[in-house]
C-alpha cells in the first residue's frame, strides 16, 4: 500500500517567526559588561572572556542546556543486589556542561592565580560567570561552591593542603572515587534542616568526638539537612552540634583508608527536591547516620565560619541573576527585530520600545553593580575602602539585583507573547528563565536575611563615609543622584530598626548603580537611570520611561548582535 501523506496546505506557509538566537559571541556582543570590567580591570587581557563568550553562545552549548534541564537528575540509592549507593545519574549534556565551566575556570581557580592577571581574578571569573549563566545557570550551583568554599576550608589547613589543588583544577572528573584518584573536585554545602530554615542555629544533627588524625580533629555526624546542594559533589561544608556549640564540619563523600579507593561515607541521599526551576541541578535531602567528618574552625564558630563561603555565593546570585537578566533582554530584543506586528515590526512599535529600553537600563545597572561587587572581593584584603564596600554591597546586590529578577523575566517574555511561555526551541530558553529567577532571590539567605546583613554592616561606624567615598565621583551629574548621595550617609548613621532596612538596600543600590553608570556608561544610559530610578519619571512597571529618553541610543547599546 501507498503510504498516506497529508495534504499540502496553503495555511500552513510559516512565516513572521524568528529565527533562533545562537552562534553569536555574548561577550563581544555585550558592550555594557564590557564596559563595566573596562571600568574595575582596564588592564585585563580579555582574551579567556572572549573564548568563554564564544563558546557559550554556540548552538551546540544551548542544545546542551536543553538536554540537561529536559532530562532531570535521576536518584540512585541501591544497585541492582540492594547494596546502598546513593549515587544521582546525569544525562551527559549535564557533564559537557559542567566540564566547560571547569575548563573556563568559573570555580576555584581565581584563588590560585599567580598570572599577570591574578590582580583582576575575581572580575574576570564574575564576568564568566555571568557569561556561563546566559546559557545554563543551574550547572552552576556546584561550580559556584566549589568557588565559594575556599576562605572557609582554610580553616582546616591540612583539609585544605590536600585538597585545595583539585579544586582549582580545570581537569572535569564526574566519577565518585578518593579525592586523590581525581583530577578535579568540587564541593556543596548543607546548613538548613527542616525545622530550622534561615534559622541555622536551630540545627539539630550532633557531632561526637572521634579522635584525630591528619586532617585534625575528626567526630560523627547523625541528623539530616533539608537542603543539601549538589549531592554528588566529592565533598561538603555542614553545619552540626558540637559540645561547643554549632560548628562546621568538612563532610567527603568518599573516605581516605587503608586501600586506594576509599569507603562511601554514611550519607544517605533520601530524595531530590523537585524545583520550579534549576532542573539540571540536584538538589535534595540527607541523613547521616554516624557520618565522619572533620571541624573546620573551632567549636561554636561555625556560623561565622561556613558564612564565609556564602558570602561569596551572594556574589554569585547577583552574578547569576544579571547574566539572566541579559539573556532575556537579548532574546527580547532579538524576537522583536524580526517579528511583525501591524505593518511593523515589534521593535519600532512605540510602546514596545519603552518596554525594551527599560528592561536595558535594569539589565545594565544590574551589571554594572555586580562586577563592582565583584572588584571589591579582588581588592578588600589592601584596600581599608574596598573591605567596607565588599561588606555593604554583598548583601546590597543580593537583595536587590535578585528582587528585580522575576519582574524583568515576566516582562521580557511578554515581549516574546505566547512563543515565549512554551518549552520549546530557542524562545523555550525564557520559559527556563522565568523558572530559574526566584531561585537566586531564596538561596543563599532571602530578601529579609540580606536586610538583616545589611543592618548589620552599617552598624560599623566607617560605613557611611565609606559609601559617601563611593558616591563622591558622580556628584554634581545629576540633581536627583545628588539628594540621594546627601541624604544616604546620613540615613545610614541614623538606622537603628528593621523595619526600614529593606528600603534602605534598594535605595543605597539605586544610588551606587547610578554612580557607577556615571562611569561606565553613556550619558544617555546614566540620564534615564537617574531620572527614572532616582528622579521618579517612571511609573511602576517597566515600559514607563518618560517620553524625553534616547530610546535609540539605549536600544542600540543593548543590541545582541
Given amino acids: 500500500m501507498t503510504p498516506l501523506s497529508a495534504p499540502v496546505s496553503a495555511t500552513h506557509t510559516v512565516f513572521n517567526q524568528s529565527a533562533p538566537l545562537a552562534d553569536v559571541n555574548l561577550f563581544t556582543t555585550n558592550r555594557p559588561l564590557q564596559d563595566a570590567v573596562q571600568l574595575h580591570a582596564p588592564a585585563l587581557d580579555r582574551s579567556a572572556l572572549t573564548a568563554l563568550g564564544a563558546d557559550m553562545g554556540s548552538a551546540t552549548m544551548q542544545e546542551h542546556a536543553r538536554l540537561a534541564n529536559t532530562h532531570k537528575p535521576e536518584l540512585h540509592t541501591h544497585d541492582r543486589v540492594g547494596r546502598r549507593t546513593d549515587t544521582v545519574e546525569f544525562h551527559p549534556s549535564y557533564h559537557a556542561l559542567i566540564g566547560a565551566a571547569l ?6 581557580t581565581p584563588w590560585s592565580r599567580t598570572d599577570a592577571g591574578a590582580a583582576h581574578a575575581h572580575v574576570e571569573r564574575a564576568a564568566g560567570f555571568m557569561l ?4 545554563e545557570p543551574s550547572v552552576l550551583c556546584p561550580v559556584s561552591m566549589s568557588y565559594a568554599v575556599t576562605p572557609a576550608l582554610r580553616g582546616n589547613p591540612a583539609v585544605w593542603a590536600d585538597w585545595n589543588a583539585g579544586l582549582a583544577s580545570t581537569r572535569y572528573d564526574p566519577r565518585l572515587a578518593l579525592f ?3 583530577s ?6 548543607g546548613m538548613t534542616e527542616k525545622q530550622g530554615g534561615s534559622d541555622v542555629r536551630a540545627n539539630t544533627t550532633q557531632a561526637v568526638a572521634d579522635g584525630s588524625d591528619a586532617w585534625g580533629a575528626r567526630y560523627r555526624l547523625t ?3 533539608w537542603f543539601f546542594s549538589a549531592p554528588m559533589c566529592d565533598a561538603f561544608l555542614v553545619l552540626a552540634q558540637a559540645p561547643g556549640g554549632l560548628t562546621c564540619f568538612f563532610l567527603p563523600r568518599v573516605l581516605p583508608g587503608d586501600g586506594a579507593e576509599g569507603t562511601l561515607n554514611a550519607i544517605r541521599i533520601q530524595r531530590l527536591k523537585d524545583k520550579l526551576g534549576n532542573h539540571a541541578n540536584a538538589s535534595s535531602e540527607v541523613e547521616f547516620i554516624d557520618a565522619t567528618a572533620w571541624r573546620v574552625g573551632e567549636e561554636g564558630r561555625g556560623v561565622a565560619q561556613i558564612l564565609e563561603m556564602g558570602t561569596m555565593t551572594r556574589l554569585d546570585c547577583a552574578l547569576g541573576t544579571s547574566g539572566l537578566m541579559r539573556q532575556a533582554l537579548s532574546l527580547a530584543l532579538h524576537h522583536t527585530r524580526q517579528r511583525m506586528a501591524f505593518g511593523k515590526k515589534l521593535i519600532e512599535q512605540p510602546l514596545m520600545r519603552n518596554v525594551l529600553a527599560d528592561l536595558a537600563l535594569e539589565s545594565e545597572a544590574a551589571t554594572a553593580l555586580s562586577i563592582r561587587l565583584a572588584s571589591a ?22 537583595f536587590w539585583v535578585c528582587k528585580r529578577g522575576s519582574a524583568f523575566a515576566q516582562e521580557a517574555m511578554e515581549c516574546l507573547g505566547g512563543n515565549g511561555y512554551v518549552e520549546e526551541g530557542g524562545e523555550g530558553t525564557m520559559a527556563r528563565i522565568y523558572r530559574e529567577m526566584p531561585l537566586n532571590s531564596i538561596w543563599e539567605g532571602a530578601g529579609n536575611i540580606m536586610a538583616l546583613d545589611l543592618l548589620r554592616a552599617v552598624r560599623r561606624a566607617d560605613t557611611a ?3 559617601a567615598d563611593e558616591l563622591a565621583p558622580a556628584r554634581g551629574a545629576h540633581p536627583a543622584l545628588d539628594r540621594m548621595a546627601s541624604a544616604l550617609p546620613l540615613r545610614v548613621d541614623a538606622m537603628t530598626t528593621e523595619v526600614e532596612a529593606r528600603r534602605l538596600a534598594q535605595d543605597v543600590a539605586l544610588a551606587v548603580q547610578a554612580a557607577l553608570l556615571y562611569k561606565s556608561a553613556p550619558a544617555s544610559v546614566f540620564g534615564a537611570f537617574c531620572a527614572s530610578r532616582l528622579g521618579g519619571d517612571w511609573g511602576y512597571s517597566f515600559g514607563t520611561l518618560g517620553a524625553g529618553v534616547d530610546f535609540d541610543a539605549l536600544l542600540d547599546r543593548a543590541l545582541p548582535a
Fill in 377 to 398: 572581593f579582588d581588592k578588600k584584603d589592601s584596600d581599608p575602602h574596598e573591605a567596607v564596600m565588599a561588606r555593604l554591597l554583598t548583601p546590597v546586590a543580593k
Fill in 180 to 182: 586523590s584518584q581525581k
Fill in 103 to 108: 575548563r573556563h575556570g568559573l570555580h576555584a
Fill in 465 to 467: 563615609a565609606a559609601l
Fill in 223 to 225: 541528623g539530616h539537612k
Fill in 132 to 135: 556561563f549563566t546566559e546559557t
Fill in 184 to 189: 578535579a573536585l568540587t564541593m556543596g554545602m
